[in-house]
Protein backbone atom coordinates (compact mmCIF):
# COMPACT_ATOMS: atom_id res chain seq x y z
CA UNK A 1 0.00 0.00 0.00
CA UNK A 2 1.16 3.35 -0.85
CA UNK A 3 0.47 6.28 1.32
CA UNK A 4 0.56 9.80 -0.78
CA UNK A 5 0.69 12.95 0.61
CA UNK A 6 0.10 15.01 -2.66
CA UNK A 7 -2.79 16.43 -2.20
CA UNK A 8 -1.71 17.88 0.88
CA UNK A 9 1.85 19.71 -0.87
CA UNK A 10 -0.89 20.55 -3.93
CA UNK A 11 -2.06 24.07 -2.47
CA UNK A 12 1.47 25.37 -2.56
CA UNK A 13 3.12 24.11 -5.40
CA UNK A 14 5.24 21.70 -4.54
CA UNK A 15 6.58 19.89 -1.57
CA UNK A 16 6.40 22.31 2.14
CA UNK A 17 9.41 20.29 4.02
CA UNK A 18 7.85 20.80 6.87
CA UNK A 19 4.37 19.46 5.99
CA UNK A 20 6.20 16.51 4.93
CA UNK A 21 7.63 15.68 8.31
CA UNK A 22 4.67 16.33 9.86
CA UNK A 23 2.28 14.06 7.66
CA UNK A 24 5.27 11.39 8.20
CA UNK A 25 4.56 11.40 11.69
CA UNK A 26 0.73 10.96 11.61
CA UNK A 27 0.86 8.23 8.64
CA UNK A 28 3.68 5.97 10.00
CA UNK A 29 1.84 3.72 12.30
CA UNK A 30 -1.50 3.49 10.47
CA UNK A 31 0.48 2.88 7.58
CA UNK A 32 2.66 -0.02 9.07
CA UNK A 33 -0.67 -1.01 11.18
CA UNK A 34 -2.15 -1.24 8.03
CA UNK A 35 0.23 -2.82 5.78
CA UNK A 36 0.50 -5.78 8.58
CA UNK A 37 -3.14 -6.40 8.14
CA UNK A 38 -3.05 -6.15 4.43
CA UNK A 39 -0.10 -8.76 3.98
CA UNK A 40 -2.23 -11.04 6.69
CA UNK A 41 0.55 -11.32 9.10
CA UNK A 42 1.91 -10.16 12.51
CA UNK A 43 5.11 -8.65 13.90
CA UNK A 44 6.27 -12.13 15.02
CA UNK A 45 7.12 -12.87 11.27
CA UNK A 46 8.62 -9.88 10.99
CA UNK A 47 12.72 -10.95 10.59
CA UNK A 48 13.97 -7.18 10.02
CA UNK A 49 13.17 -3.80 9.19
CA UNK A 50 14.13 -1.31 6.27
CA UNK A 51 14.02 2.10 6.45
CA UNK A 52 15.27 4.82 4.18
CA UNK A 53 18.29 6.77 5.62
CA UNK A 54 18.47 9.38 2.43
CA UNK A 55 19.27 11.16 0.76
CA UNK A 56 15.88 13.68 0.66
CA UNK A 57 14.29 15.98 3.24
CA UNK A 58 15.79 15.76 6.96
CA UNK A 59 12.62 16.13 8.57
CA UNK A 60 10.89 13.62 6.76
CA UNK A 61 14.32 11.07 7.16
CA UNK A 62 14.40 11.62 10.65
CA UNK A 63 10.98 10.60 11.30
CA UNK A 64 11.50 7.60 9.39
CA UNK A 65 15.01 6.39 10.87
CA UNK A 66 13.53 7.54 14.24
CA UNK A 67 10.78 5.13 14.30
CA UNK A 68 12.39 2.44 12.75
CA UNK A 69 15.29 2.29 15.32
CA UNK A 70 12.61 2.42 17.93
CA UNK A 71 10.95 -0.22 16.66
CA UNK A 72 14.10 -2.53 16.37
CA UNK A 73 14.78 -1.16 19.89
CA UNK A 74 11.29 -2.48 21.09
CA UNK A 75 11.03 -5.49 19.42
CA UNK A 76 14.59 -6.75 19.03
CA UNK A 77 14.66 -6.78 15.56
CA UNK A 78 17.28 -5.89 13.44
CA UNK A 79 17.53 -2.24 11.42
CA UNK A 80 18.85 -1.73 7.67
CA UNK A 81 19.32 1.72 6.32
CA UNK A 82 18.65 2.11 2.38
CA UNK A 83 19.51 4.86 0.17
CA UNK A 84 16.61 5.85 -1.49
CA UNK A 85 18.63 6.20 -4.84
CA UNK A 86 19.18 2.28 -4.46
CA UNK A 87 15.52 1.73 -3.91
CA UNK A 88 14.66 2.83 -7.14
CA UNK A 89 17.28 0.63 -9.12
CA UNK A 90 16.41 -2.08 -6.75
CA UNK A 91 12.66 -1.98 -7.86
CA UNK A 92 13.86 -3.74 -10.92
CA UNK A 93 14.23 -6.62 -8.56
CA UNK A 94 11.20 -6.86 -7.44
CA UNK A 95 9.54 -6.97 -11.32
CA UNK A 96 12.95 -9.13 -12.28
CA UNK A 97 14.24 -11.32 -8.96
CA UNK A 98 16.47 -12.77 -10.85
CA UNK A 99 18.24 -9.72 -12.20
CA UNK A 100 21.77 -9.29 -11.65
CA UNK A 101 24.52 -6.38 -12.81
CA UNK A 102 25.83 -5.52 -14.40
CA UNK A 103 23.17 -2.86 -15.75
CA UNK A 104 22.87 0.66 -16.88
CA UNK A 105 20.03 2.50 -14.74
CA UNK A 106 18.44 5.66 -15.88
CA UNK A 107 17.06 6.79 -12.52
CA UNK A 108 14.64 10.35 -13.02
CA UNK A 109 12.82 11.38 -9.83
CA UNK A 110 11.54 14.55 -8.29
CA UNK A 111 14.98 15.17 -6.91
CA UNK A 112 17.56 13.17 -9.02
CA UNK A 113 18.46 12.21 -12.88
CA UNK A 114 21.18 10.03 -12.52
CA UNK A 115 22.72 7.80 -15.07
CA UNK A 116 24.67 4.86 -13.37
CA UNK A 117 26.48 1.87 -13.94
CA UNK A 118 25.84 -0.84 -11.47
CA UNK A 119 28.59 -3.06 -12.06
CA UNK A 120 27.93 -5.75 -8.95
CA UNK A 121 25.89 -5.55 -6.28
CA UNK A 122 27.51 -2.51 -3.85
CA UNK A 123 29.23 -0.91 -6.56
CA UNK A 124 27.28 1.62 -8.37
CA UNK A 125 28.81 4.35 -9.94
CA UNK A 126 27.34 7.88 -11.34
CA UNK A 127 28.37 8.51 -14.70
CA UNK A 128 26.02 11.24 -15.58
CA UNK A 129 24.11 13.48 -13.16
CA UNK A 130 21.92 16.86 -13.46
CA UNK A 131 23.54 20.25 -13.76
CA UNK A 132 20.09 22.19 -12.59
CA UNK A 133 16.93 20.58 -12.21
CA UNK A 134 16.11 16.81 -11.64
CA UNK A 135 14.00 15.44 -14.68
CA UNK A 136 10.50 15.24 -12.20
CA UNK A 137 11.55 19.16 -11.30
CA UNK A 138 11.73 19.68 -14.77
CA UNK A 139 8.13 18.33 -15.14
CA UNK A 140 6.40 20.05 -12.33
CA UNK A 141 7.94 23.68 -12.85
CA UNK A 142 6.79 22.82 -16.70
CA UNK A 143 3.37 22.19 -15.21
CA UNK A 144 3.45 25.04 -13.31
CA UNK A 145 4.11 27.51 -16.37
CA UNK A 146 1.08 25.40 -17.87
CA UNK A 147 -1.27 25.88 -15.20
CA UNK A 148 -1.65 22.93 -14.52
CA UNK A 149 -1.59 21.08 -10.50
CA UNK A 150 1.22 19.79 -8.56
CA UNK A 151 2.55 17.41 -9.13
CA UNK A 152 2.69 18.16 -12.85
CA UNK A 153 4.71 14.94 -14.04
CA UNK A 154 1.21 13.07 -14.62
CA UNK A 155 -0.65 16.27 -15.34
CA UNK A 156 2.01 16.61 -18.56
CA UNK A 157 1.78 12.87 -19.06
CA UNK A 158 -1.82 13.11 -19.66
CA UNK A 159 -2.33 16.14 -21.04
CA UNK A 160 0.23 15.73 -24.03
CA UNK A 161 -1.74 12.59 -25.07
CA UNK A 162 -4.17 14.76 -27.05
CA UNK A 163 -1.55 16.60 -28.33
CA UNK A 164 1.27 17.18 -31.04
CA UNK A 165 4.88 16.66 -29.60
CA UNK A 166 6.21 18.30 -33.41
CA UNK A 167 4.27 21.56 -32.64
CA UNK A 168 6.77 23.21 -31.05
CA UNK A 169 10.76 23.13 -31.86
CA UNK A 170 11.84 23.11 -28.08
CA UNK A 171 15.69 22.87 -27.52
CA UNK A 172 17.68 19.18 -26.88
CA UNK A 173 18.19 19.96 -23.42
CA UNK A 174 22.06 19.11 -23.28
CA UNK A 175 25.18 19.30 -20.64
CA UNK A 176 28.94 17.88 -21.19
CA UNK A 177 29.59 14.03 -21.09
CA UNK A 178 26.74 12.24 -19.93
CA UNK A 179 24.98 14.90 -17.61
CA UNK A 180 22.00 16.44 -18.05
CA UNK A 181 20.29 20.08 -17.85
CA UNK A 182 17.10 21.23 -17.84
CA UNK A 183 16.86 25.20 -17.69
CA UNK A 184 17.02 26.00 -21.17
CA UNK A 185 14.31 23.85 -22.29
CA UNK A 186 11.93 25.50 -18.96
CA UNK A 187 12.91 28.79 -20.15
CA UNK A 188 12.20 27.89 -23.04
CA UNK A 189 8.12 26.95 -22.75
CA UNK A 190 8.56 30.05 -19.77
CA UNK A 191 8.93 32.41 -22.93
CA UNK A 192 6.74 30.33 -25.79
CA UNK A 193 4.15 30.43 -23.30
CA UNK A 194 4.41 34.25 -22.39
CA UNK A 195 4.92 34.35 -26.32
CA UNK A 196 0.91 33.24 -26.90
CA UNK A 197 -0.83 34.80 -24.39
CA UNK A 198 -3.76 33.26 -23.45
CA UNK A 199 -4.04 29.55 -24.46
CA UNK A 200 -6.17 27.52 -26.33
CA UNK A 201 -6.74 24.19 -24.86
CA UNK A 202 -5.28 22.43 -28.14
CA UNK A 203 -2.16 25.01 -27.87
CA UNK A 204 -1.58 24.00 -24.01
CA UNK A 205 -1.47 20.32 -25.18
CA UNK A 206 0.65 20.82 -27.86
CA UNK A 207 3.10 23.02 -26.12
CA UNK A 208 2.95 20.29 -23.12
CA UNK A 209 3.83 17.20 -25.53
CA UNK A 210 6.50 19.22 -27.16
CA UNK A 211 7.82 19.67 -23.94
CA UNK A 212 7.68 16.34 -22.58
CA UNK A 213 9.12 15.04 -26.07
CA UNK A 214 12.38 17.70 -25.39
CA UNK A 215 12.89 15.78 -21.86
CA UNK A 216 12.05 12.31 -22.95
CA UNK A 217 14.69 13.00 -25.59
CA UNK A 218 17.55 14.21 -23.94
CA UNK A 219 17.16 11.56 -21.61
CA UNK A 220 17.03 8.45 -24.03
CA UNK A 221 19.85 10.11 -25.91
CA UNK A 222 21.84 10.19 -23.07
CA UNK A 223 21.45 6.38 -22.22
CA UNK A 224 22.48 5.49 -26.01
CA UNK A 225 25.73 7.84 -25.82
CA UNK A 226 27.02 5.68 -22.66
CA UNK A 227 25.79 2.45 -24.38
CA UNK A 228 27.65 3.74 -27.68
CA UNK A 229 31.26 4.02 -25.51
CA UNK A 230 30.22 1.12 -22.51
CA UNK A 231 28.12 -1.15 -23.60
CA UNK A 232 25.79 -3.61 -21.07
CA UNK A 233 23.53 -6.21 -21.86
CA UNK A 234 20.50 -4.37 -20.10
CA UNK A 235 19.39 -0.81 -19.28
CA UNK A 236 16.83 -0.21 -16.45
CA UNK A 237 14.63 2.80 -15.82
CA UNK A 238 13.53 3.69 -12.15
CA UNK A 239 12.25 6.80 -9.89
CA UNK A 240 8.89 8.64 -10.46
CA UNK A 241 9.38 9.78 -14.01
CA UNK A 242 9.74 6.48 -15.29
CA UNK A 243 6.10 6.32 -15.11
CA UNK A 244 5.58 8.78 -18.07
CA UNK A 245 4.19 6.82 -20.42
CA UNK A 246 6.33 8.86 -23.79
CA UNK A 247 9.05 7.55 -21.91
CA UNK A 248 8.59 3.83 -21.59
CA UNK A 249 7.34 3.84 -25.64
CA UNK A 250 10.32 5.43 -26.72
CA UNK A 251 12.41 3.76 -24.26
CA UNK A 252 11.25 0.56 -25.89
CA UNK A 253 11.18 1.90 -29.10
CA UNK A 254 14.65 3.22 -28.99
CA UNK A 255 16.28 0.45 -26.85
CA UNK A 256 14.51 -2.43 -26.49
CA UNK A 257 15.89 -4.10 -29.59
CA UNK A 258 19.54 -3.35 -28.55
CA UNK A 259 19.59 -4.35 -24.68
CA UNK A 260 17.49 -6.22 -21.91
CA UNK A 261 15.05 -3.15 -20.91
CA UNK A 262 13.75 -3.16 -17.37
CA UNK A 263 10.93 -0.72 -16.77
CA UNK A 264 9.31 -1.44 -13.47
CA UNK A 265 5.87 -0.79 -13.04
CA UNK A 266 4.44 2.26 -12.29
CA UNK A 267 3.41 1.50 -8.90
CA UNK A 268 7.11 0.69 -8.49
CA UNK A 269 8.64 3.38 -10.19
CA UNK A 270 7.07 6.37 -7.88
CA UNK A 271 8.26 6.04 -4.50
CA UNK A 272 7.32 3.12 -2.12
CA UNK A 273 8.46 0.79 0.55
CA UNK A 274 8.07 -2.09 -1.56
CA UNK A 275 11.56 -1.09 -3.22
CA UNK A 276 13.49 -0.05 -0.12
CA UNK A 277 12.84 -3.76 1.20
CA UNK A 278 14.14 -5.09 -2.14
CA UNK A 279 17.52 -2.99 -1.70
CA UNK A 280 17.43 -3.58 2.15
CA UNK A 281 17.19 -7.62 1.20
CA UNK A 282 20.44 -7.05 -1.03
CA UNK A 283 22.35 -4.85 1.82
CA UNK A 284 21.69 -7.75 4.29
CA UNK A 285 22.46 -10.07 2.21
CA UNK A 286 25.74 -8.70 1.50
CA UNK A 287 26.49 -7.29 4.95
CA UNK A 288 24.55 -7.77 7.61
CA UNK A 289 22.43 -5.64 9.39
CA UNK A 290 23.44 -1.79 10.27
CA UNK A 291 23.92 -3.38 14.10
CA UNK A 292 25.20 0.34 15.39
CA UNK A 293 22.40 2.84 15.33
CA UNK A 294 23.09 5.20 11.90
CA UNK A 295 22.00 8.89 11.44
CA UNK A 296 19.83 10.29 7.98
CA UNK A 297 21.74 11.53 5.79
CA UNK A 298 20.19 14.32 3.74
CA UNK A 299 22.98 14.17 1.30
CA UNK A 300 23.51 10.47 0.50
CA UNK A 301 24.76 8.92 -2.44
CA UNK A 302 23.48 5.33 -4.28
CA UNK A 303 25.08 3.58 -1.25
O1 LIG B 1 10.57 9.04 -7.30
P1 LIG B 1 9.43 9.94 -6.99
O2 LIG B 1 8.09 9.33 -6.72
O3 LIG B 1 9.79 10.88 -5.78
C1 LIG B 1 11.09 11.39 -5.61
O4 LIG B 1 11.98 10.64 -5.16
O5 LIG B 1 11.26 12.57 -6.02
O6 LIG B 1 9.32 10.98 -8.22
C2 LIG B 1 8.41 12.05 -8.20
C3 LIG B 1 8.53 12.80 -9.49
C4 LIG B 1 7.72 14.09 -9.53
O7 LIG B 1 8.54 15.14 -10.00
C5 LIG B 1 6.60 13.77 -10.51
O8 LIG B 1 6.13 14.89 -11.24
C6 LIG B 1 7.28 12.76 -11.42
O9 LIG B 1 8.07 11.97 -10.57
N1 LIG B 1 6.31 11.92 -12.13
C7 LIG B 1 6.16 11.94 -13.47
C8 LIG B 1 5.07 11.06 -13.75
N2 LIG B 1 4.62 10.55 -12.57
C9 LIG B 1 5.40 11.08 -11.59
N3 LIG B 1 6.82 12.62 -14.42
C10 LIG B 1 6.43 12.44 -15.69
N4 LIG B 1 5.39 11.63 -16.04
C11 LIG B 1 4.69 10.94 -15.12
N5 LIG B 1 3.68 10.15 -15.48
ZN1 LIG C 1 11.93 8.70 -5.30
Same mark, same amino acid.
Given at each position: ????? $????????? %???? *????????????? *??????????????????????????????????????????????? %??? %????????????????????????????? &??? /?????????????????????? &??????? #?? *????? !?????? *??????? &? $???? !????????????????????????????????????? #??????????????????????????????????? &????????????????????????? #??????????????? #?????????????? !? /?????????
Amino acid at each position: MIRSQ $DELHAPYGG %VVPE *IAARAHLQSLIPV *IERALATADSTWDQIDALAVTRGPGLIGALLVGVNMAQSIGLARGLP %VIG %VSHLAGHLYAAKLEEPGLRPPALALIVSG &GHS /DLVRWEEHGAIEVVGRTRDDAA &GEAFDKG #AR *ILGLP !FPGGPA *IDRLAEG &G $DPRS !FAFPRPRAPGLDFSFSGVKTSLLYQVRKLGDLTDQQR #ADLAASYQEAIVDALLQRVEASLAAEPVPTVILGG &GVARNRRLRKAAAERLGARVHLIVP #APDLCTDNAAMIGAA #ALEQWERKGPDLAP !F /DADPGLGFS
